[in-house]
T-cell receptor
Framework: AQTVTQSQPEMSVQEAETVTLSCTYDTSENNYYLFWYKQPPSRQMILVIRQEAYKQQNATENRFSVNFQKAAKSFSLKISDSQLGDTAMYFCAFMIIQGAQKLVFGQGTRLTINP | DAGITQSPRHKVTETGTPVTLRCHQTENHRYMYWYRQDPGHGLRLIHYSYGVKDTDKGEVSDGYSVSRSKTEDFLLTLESATSSQTSVYFC???????????????FGQGTRLTVV
């Protein structure tokens, strides 16, 4: 079974600081994607960044970057120069890309950016 | 925005009554998912579908059934609603791994279900 664990239920930082959200996963599969989704108070789910397991280079999207450690099954999200609009729930997710393409999420981390 | 619609958006129902939630997509995506979101538990997978009439159970499938008779619709049914099924339900769709290798899931706006 595939599981995703986010060990930080809540985090809080000051605006402009850098923050790192942790995620670990468990799988015996080799071909998969990892995602970070953001859920603001509007409840909308927004893709922040994705990483293909076979790519060793860490994905980056503007102020967002990941540290993907495949052997350790770790996938952390770093937010640089944090902004008030980054305040949201953040979910780590894992998708097998063969067969039925199961998509599993972690418990979420509530991130608050303080002015 | 991906064409995905959940209905109803809000529902209050009584314990023991059947309830069906609908997820409708206009993207012709192969994969569809139902999740429930509860505080402290994140998004938990209920059922998912990898094609018409092809479905499988997720981690919290007890008390729920699904059907997918056509590509665009994925129905979630609570046969006899209980208070523990009070939650926010999300539907998601995904095209699968496309040209260039990228894929992602697109989400509906959610359905808030209250069982009293």
């Amino acid at each position: 079974a595939q599981t995703v664990t986010q060990s930080q239920p809540e985090m809080s930082v000051q605006e402009a600081e850098t923050v790192t959200l942790s995620c670990t996963y468990d799988t015996s599969e080799n071909n998969y994607y990892l995602f970070w989704y953001k859920q603001p108070p509007s409840r909308q789910m927004i893709l922040v960044i994705r990483q293909e397991a076979y790519k060793q280079q860490n994905a980056t999207e503007n102020r967002f970057s990941v540290n993907f450690q495949k052997a350790a099954k770790s996938f952390s999200l770093k937010i640089s120069d944090s902004q008030l609009g980054d305040t949201a729930m953040y979910f780590c997710a894992f998708m097998i890309i063969q067969g039925a393409q199961k998509l599993v999420f972690g418990q979420g981390t509530r991130l608050t950016i303080n002015p | 925005d991906a064409g995905i619609t959940q209905s109803p958006r809000h529902k209050v129902t009584e314990t023991g009554t059947p309830v069906t939630l609908r997820c409708h997509q206009t993207e012709n995506h192969r994969y569809m998912y139902w999740y429930r979101q509860d505080p402290g538990h994140g998004l938990r997978l209920i059922h998912y579908s990898y094609g018409v009439k092809d479905t499988d159970k997720g981690e919290v499938s007890d008390g729920y059934s699904v059907s997918r008779s056509k590509t665009e619709d994925f129905l979630l049914t609570l046969e006899s609603a209980t208070s523990s099924q009070t939650s926010v339900y999300f539907c998601a769709i995904s095209p699968g791994q496309g040209i260039g290798g990228n894929t992602e899931a697109f989400f509906g706006q959610g359905t808030r279900l209250t069982v009293v």
